[in-house]
């Protein structure tokens, strides 16, 4: 079963223009991460926020998390063609060891 | 490349049969996950190995098993093949046994069809 919901399903926007994914999850966590999936490849690691974040910044992207609602969001700005692919977040629950995976947002960003 | 070496990148067989996936982790990576993404079930986790020994369990059929040898590599084996084993297998690999603090290295995966 799949620990993270994510919101949208699928979004386009234009070049240049800010996405904002969202990702809910049910249980404790110790860390939660979003990951990038280009169309049929592997997943790319982008950002890890631990338990006692809030915020984090990794170039282009933002992450905040909030334990309290079970959420957390991946902001992109000033998008790029390149950056159209799917965006999955994951969470490392305190009760083990791996990291499941939400369903993905895809995004496509139209140049 | 990220380091993560998974063959075949693709693998077409028929229903019944039994076929070998292997993945090379990240050099220095004591951890190997085995993850199935398909359409309607998205990405499973279905074991994990720590330097030689499984570590954690998910959704792994009892068709499936895995394991890692001491040159750290995995195979992942799957038998009695059904049409609805027809996914992407994705192997990840990670320094620890546990990601805290760290993300997963995945392969380009392998994509498996049977007919």
């Known amino acids: 079963s799949q620990q993270g919901e994510e919101d949208p399903q699928a979004l386009s926007i234009q070049e240049g223009e800010n996405a904002t994914m969202n990702c809910s999850y049910k249980t404790s966590i110790n860390n939660l991460q979003w990951y990038r999936q280009n169309s049929g490849r592997g997943l790319v690691h982008l950002i890890l926020?631990?338990?006692?974040?809030r915020e984090k910044h990794s170039g282009r992207l933002r992450v905040t998390l909030d334990t309290s609602k079970k959420s957390s969001s991946l902001l992109i700005t000033a998008s790029r063609a390149a950056d159209t692919a799917s965006y999955f977040c994951?969470?490392?629950?305190?009760?083990?060891?791996?990291?499941?995976f939400g369903e993905g947002t895809q995004l496509t960003v139209n140049p | 490349d990220s380091g993560v070496t998974q063959t075949p990148k693709h693998l077409i067989t028929a229903t019944g049969q039994r076929v070998t996936l292997r993945c090379s982790p990240r050099s220095g990576d004591l951890s190997v996950y085995w993850y199935q993404q398909s359409l309607d079930q998205g990405l499973q986790f279905l074991i994990q190995y720590y330097n030689g020994e499984e570590r954690a369990k998910g959704n792994i059929l009892e068709r499936f098993s895995a394991q890692q040898f001491p040159d750290l590599h995995s195979e992942l084996n799957l038998s009695s093949l059904e049409l609805g084993d027809s996914a992407l297998y994705f192997c990840a690999s990670s320094v620890v046994t546990r990601p805290a603090n760290y993300g997963y290295t995945f392969g380009s995966g392998t994509r498996l069809t049977v007919v």
């Open positions: 994951a969470t490392e629950e305190t009760s083990g060891s791996r990291l499941t």
């Open positions: 926020i631990r338990s006692n974040e």
